[in-house]
């Protein structure tokens, strides 16, 4: 199997909304980890491999997921959700 392998059952999903999204905000994966963690406890925010692997398409757990959308949400001054971000799950 290659990383770019969206085969059904993959965790591999290919280049999600996410990245397009901090692209129109002007936002880069530090300014998401940095937002984390005004946002958290020390030591529970995001690191930038999470935030690589969900602009890449690898399926994230809720958790980081959840700690992503936070970081870009309050990086950007918006609202998006889960399926603004990642559109694997606009096919469940």
Known sequence: MTHSDTTPGSRDHGPQPLGDLMAAHGLKPNDLVEASMSLVDIG??????????????????????????????????????????????REK
């Not at 935030?51 to 809720?62: A, D, E, H, P, Y």
């Not at 997921?65 to 609202?79: C, E, P, Q, V, Y």
């Open 44 to 89: 529970n925010g995001l690191t930038h491999k999470m935030v690589s692997r969900g602009v890449k398409g690898r399926q994230l757990t809720r958790n980081v997921m959840t700690k992503i959308l936070d970081a870009l949400n309050h990086a950007a001054g918006t609202t998006y959700g889960p399926k603004d971000a990642f559109n694997y799950l």
